[in-house]
């Protein structure tokens, strides 16, 4: 059991012997010493570990802005403990960005807008263009006036860039 008292100091309390190992993590927690951290946390052997103490050291991990080393945890604790619900929620919230590149449906008027720029570039040469299928919608010095002038641009068909 994890006590937190007045002074926000966290103790660490089980049955016998103070686990010393969880108790360097959360004295390098209360430093906001990410190093200190990272060593403590390589100390661990976590394969024996139950699930609360992963929640606890992920928990500590951000408090000591060992952001990389709070993935690493929620991660390893959810492998290791696939049922439980926070570990898999940690691991999900801490999971790396990913990017994923959707093709346009649209490639004709991909071609168009890009032939239109090819043919006006000197015209409108640092200006803002809004273009639809090869069709100039408006043209400003920036993204608000453009809208100003065109109306919300949320439509993923028009083309909104500089040239």
Excluded: C
């Amino acid at each position: 059991m994890r006590v937190v008292t007045k002074k926000g100091k966290i103790k660490s309390s089980q049955r016998g012997a103070p686990d010393e190992k969880m108790a360097a993590l959360e004295a390098a927690a209360q430093a906001k010493d990410d190093q200190a951290f990272w060593r403590a946390y390589q100390a661990i052997t976590w394969t024996d570990r139950p699930a609360s103490d992963f929640v606890h050291a992920v928990n500590l991990a951000l408090m000591a802005g060992a952001y990389i080393t709070a993935r690493n945890l929620a991660q390893e604790g959810h492998e290791l403990h696939p049922d439980h619900a926070e570990l898999e929620k940690m691991a999900y919230v801490l999971a790396p960005p990913q990017a994923r590149v959707v093709k346009s449906e649209n490639q004709a008027g991909r071609k168009a807008n890009h032939q239109w720029l090819k043919e006006h570039r000197s015209e409108y040469r640092g200006q803002w263009v809004a273009l639809r299928d090869g069709e100039l919608l408006g043209a400003a010095a920036s993204p608000a006036d453009l809208e100003a002038q065109v109306g919300e641009i949320r439509d993923k068909e028009i083309l909104l860039t500089i040239v």
